[in-house]
């Protein structure tokens, strides 16, 4: 199954953001998407999540598809503890007994099984992220689209973020749209990235990333080559 946006555009007013702009996606993958500040990716994630509507053009794939979001701010619940922040979005979804066994097992694999009667306010900010990760992943979606989670992270709390949103994916592998402008966290997670142009967003190149995700450091030759090939592809001008 794939998922494609046929000819879409999308304007605010005079702010002209995508145009005639298409793509197509494979499932269950994680498609990352890279571009300039202000280039058209979060208007790209709420097209895809049905918050807004294009002006013109149409999708397929995305009906009836439930979504999970997550996004650069953990947005947790202040007044929740850190398992009841993550059974919020369940109780109306299973079981009483299914959330909670679902809760404990995210919980211990985002590290947090010493800290999960903890409110928000006793967290960390990389541990609060942590929870609206097993969150995004414990919402029963079929698809997970992320708004640049690690943005403003120092590199380590980032690979470690990045090492466990991963290790939740490989338990159920669902469609991810992770869009960044971090070319180093793309070429991290990305099955495939896709480089848009600044606005109105069109698609400059995509690359393919089939090294396997605990093979991608800078050691490796074949991560260092996909690593030069994605840099000229944002660098160089289009024409």
């Known amino acids: 199954m794939t998922f494609e946006i046929h000819n879409a555009s999308k304007a605010f007013k005079d702010l002209n ?38 002006d013109a053009g149409s999708l397929s794939g995305f009906a009836d598809k439930t979504v999970s979001y997550l996004f650069q701010e953990p947005r947790l619940l202040p007044w929740k503890t850190v398992d009841q922040n993550i059974e919020f979005v369940l109780k ?17 694999m985002v590290g947090l099984a010493d800290f999960r009667h903890y409110y928000p306010r006793q967290l960390s900010g990389g541990m609060k992220q942590r929870v609206a990760i097993a969150r995004a992943f414990a919402y029963p979606a079929d698809l997970l689209l992320m708004d640049e989670p690690f943005d403003g992270l120092d590199p380590q709390l980032k690979r470690s973020l990045i090492n466990a949103f991963f290790c939740l994916w490989q338990l159920e592998k669902r469609s991810v749209f992770f869009v960044t402008h971090d ?21 400059k190149g995509h690359i393919q990333n089939p090294i396997p995700y605990w093979d991608r450091h800078s050691e490796n030759v074949e ?15 289009t024409c």
């Open 17 to 54: 953001v995508l145009q005639d702009f298409s793509m197509e996606m494979e499932d269950h993958k994680i498609i990352c998407i890279v571009g300039p500040s202000g280039a058209g990716k979060t208007t790209l994630l709420n097209i895809m999540s049905g918050v807004i509507k294009p």
């Open 183 to 203: 070319m180093r966290e793309a070429l991290l997670l990305g099955d495939k990235i896709i480089v848009l142009t600044d606005r109105p967003a069109r698609i």
């Open 92 to 108: 109306d979804k299973m079981s009483k007994n299914d959330y909670h066994r679902l809760v404990d097992q995210y919980v211990d």
């Open 223 to 237: 991560f260092q080559r996909i690593e030069n090939q994605l840099n000229e592809l944002v660098i160089n001008p």
